[in-house]
């Protein structure tokens, strides 16, 4: 069984910054790839950043250029550094295979204010 257990979420001002982190546990076969969503009340969930073995990392048009992510295999664990912060990127934020291939975690919660 699969565990995903995320962290790292705050209150911060427009052009702050925060890192997430992301512990997975259990039968993890390719932290290599993972990924960061997000949901903002009221709307759908969304993917916002993935990387793939280890190496190509895809943004979504509303965060390239401000978010990078990342993983550390030893820790089995990955991140999302977060520059720039606008109130659109308040949400709560998840981290998943880009397949959403592991249950759900609790999500940390991200609140951007002006």
């Known amino acids: ?5 995320e962290s790292g979420g705050g209150s911060v001002q427009a052009g702050g910054s925060l890192t997430l982190s992301c512990a997975a546990s259990g039968s993890i076969i390719r932290i290599n790839t993972m990924a960061w969503y997000r949901q903002a009340p009221g709307k759908e969930r969304e ?39 606008k109130l659109e990127d308040t949400a709560v934020y998840y981290c998943n295979t880009p397949y959403s291939s592991y249950p759900w975690g609790q999500g940390t919660q991200v609140t951007v204010s002006s």
Do not use: C, P
């Open 47 to 85: 993917l916002v950043a993935s990387i793939i073995n280890g190496i190509t990392t895809n943004y979504a048009d509303s965060v390239k250029g401000r978010f990078t992510i990342s993983r550390d295999s030893a820790k089995n664990t990955v991140y999302l550094q977060m520059n720039s912060l």
């Open 1 to 5: 069984q699969v565990r995903l257990v």
